[in-house]
């Protein structure tokens, strides 16, 4: 009787691996444009972190820095990182003003989601695993440029 009853389930292997890489790469960027986005809309937003401390979990909170500079002729520039690298290579995203700054951010956001930035970040995963002092580090980065 339950042999009929499994016979009628459509049967898969089950997965082994985590999701790629490159998604969770796109989805750490995200969040960080997501948390750029809230300190904006409130400058006393706080991450909160889950850390366990002696065998208990406990919420920290932590100060989110922004990620952008005010100029001088009120316009903003925001540069996205991944560690020290900067993502989008010698340059930075300029918005007309800090009130311009979320429609920015939001379509950043998009292009990171759709996949537009994952070869800058395939290079900056690179440089931070070998480190940035290792001759190793610029051969792969000289590698990727050409």
Partial sequence: MATALLKKL?????????????????????????????????????????????????????????????????????????????????KSVVAESVAKLPDVLNLLKSAVEAGELDEALEQATIASRIGPKSKATKTVVRAATR
């Fill in 10 to 90: 459509t049967m898969v292997s089950t997965p082994t691996g985590g999701t790629d890489p490159t998604i969770k790469r796109r989805f750490r960027i995200a969040m960080h444009v997501d948390e750029q986005l809230a300190l904006l809309a409130d400058p006393q937003h706080m991450r909160v972190e889950r850390k366990r401390r002696e065998g208990q979990v406990v919420e920290v909170k932590k100060k989110v820095r922004p990620a952008w500079i005010v100029r001088s002729d009120g316009s903003a520039v925001f540069t996205l990182k991944r560690g020290k690298t900067n993502l989008l290579g010698d």
